[in-house]
């Protein structure tokens, strides 16, 4: 599985947008691990929309769903415009998916790595 996940993220630009650094920072090692090139991590809606808007490659994004007092939907919707891929990550487990967000993928923190580099691996790549 991660010599497979290697090959399809390998090269790959993802965005991480977490507001907790310790979090942040185990899944951007194991997304670097995979070869991704991580972008942020970011911890606010206002910092990951400026790397949306100046990243000349973005190919998806990890969301936390809640960033302090902010949601992320703002991110989601960026990228949705832009046609980016993304996935949500939740540290609750009672938390209700917005109509418009049902078919995002979504995953409990503690997140796993291989199950979240499966998802982005199936993400249909497109030239960027």
């Known amino acids: 599985?991660?010599?497979?996940?290697?090959?399809?993220?390998?090269?790959?630009?993802?965005?991480?947008?977490e507001d907790e650094y310790m979090i942040a920072a185990d899944l951007a090692q194991s997304l670097e691990d995979?070869?991704?090139s991580?972008?942020?991590?970011?911890r606010?809606?206002?910092?990951?929309?400026g790397?949306?808007?100046?990243?000349p490659l973005l190919d998806a994004a990890v969301l936390d769903v809640d960033l302090g007092i902010e949601k992320v939907f703002p991110v989601a919707d960026a990228l949705r415009q832009k046609g980016v891929p993304f996935v949500f990550a939740t540290g609750h487990d009672d938390w209700h998916t917005p109509s418009m967000y049902e078919a995002v993928p979504r995953?409990?923190?503690?997140?796993?790595t291989r199950a979240l580099a499966r998802a982005?691996?199936?993400?249909?790549?497109?030239?960027q």
């Open 1 to 17: 599985m991660a010599e497979q996940a290697r090959n399809t993220l390998g090269g790959r630009h993802i965005l991480i947008v």
């Open 34 to 36: 995979l070869g991704v």
């Open 38 to 42: 991580v972008l942020g991590p970011s």
């Open 44 to 49: 606010s809606v206002a910092d990951a929309l």
């Open 51 to 55: 790397i949306i808007h100046s990243a």
């Open 107 to 112: 995953f409990e923190k503690p997140v796993d």
């Open 120 to 127: 982005l691996s199936s993400c249909a790549w497109s030239p």
